[in-house]
T-cell receptor, first 112, second 112 residues
Framework: AQKITQTQPGMFVQEKEAVTLDCTYDTSDPSYGLFWYKQPSSGEMIFLIYQGSYDQQNATEGRYSLNFQKARKSANLVISASQLGDSAMYFC?????????FGKGTRLHILP | NAGVTQTPKFRVLKTGQSMTLLCAQDMNHEYMYWYRQDPGMGLRLIHYSVGEGTTAKGEVPDGYNVSRLKKQNFLLGLESAAPSQTSVYFCASISGSNQPQHFGDGTRLSIL
């Protein structure tokens, strides 16, 4: 069975600092994908970054990078130079066996 | 291009009433998903579909039924609503496996 875990319910970070949001996963499927989504207070789900299980390099999208450690089954999101607008809920998700499941999320607060 | 449209956006029901939530996508996507989002629980997969005429159970299917008679539509039904089904419901679609999801704006459902 697939499982995805986010162990940080909330985080407070000073503006302009880098942030790492933790995500660990478990699956027996050799082919899977890992995603991060942002949900601001307005409620919409915003796709941030994707990493495939066979990708050799860590994914990057602007200020977002995914620190993929396959042997440790972790897929942490790194946000460089955080901004006030980064304050939101962040969800890690995993695809496999036609399903896509989500972690419980981390609420990130950026402090001015 | 509308993307994923959920109808209705808000609804209040009494215990025991039935209703259907509609999800429509205009991107010709094969895969569609229904989630519920509750505080502290992240998004939990209710049911999903990998193509027209197919449906499958997710993590929390009890109390819900779904149908995918047309490729563009994925309906979520509550036959006898219970207060425990008070939640925000999200629909999502993807074109193929290991692709990022396109989400609707959500339906806020309250069961009294």
């Amino acid at each position: 069975a697939q499982k995805i875990t986010q162990t940080q319910p909330g985080m407070f970070v000073q503006e302009k600092e880098a942030v790492t949001l933790d995500c660990t996963y478990d699956t027996s499927d050799p082919s899977y994908g890992l995603f991060w989504y942002k949900q601001p207070s307005s409620g919409e789900m915003i796709f941030l970054i994707y990493q495939g299980s066979y990708d050799q390099q860590n994914a990057t999208e602007g200020r977002y990078s995914l620190n993929f450690q396959k042997a440790r089954k972790s897929a942490n999101l790194v946000i460089s130079a955080s901004q006030l607008g980064d304050s939101a809920m962040y969800f890690c998700a995993m695809s496999g066996d036609d399903k896509i499941i989500f972690g419980k999320g981390t609420r990130l607060h950026i402090l001015p | 291009n509308a993307g994923v449209t959920q109808t209705p956006k808000f609804r209040v029901l009494k215990t025991g009433q039935s209703m259907t939530l509609l999800c429509a996508q205009d991107m010709n996507h094969e895969y569609m998903y229904w989630y519920r989002q509750d505080p502290g629980m992240g998004l939990r997969l209710i049911h999903y579909s990998v193509g027209e005429g197919t449906t499958a159970k997710g993590e929390v299917p009890d109390g819900y039924n779904v149908s995918r008679l047309k490729k563009q539509n994925f309906l979520l039904g509550l036959e006898s609503a219970a207060p425990s089904q008070t939640s925000v419901y999200f629909c999502a679609s993807i074109s193929g496996s290991n692709q990022p999801q396109h989400f609707g704006d959500g339906t806020r459902l309250s069961i009294l």
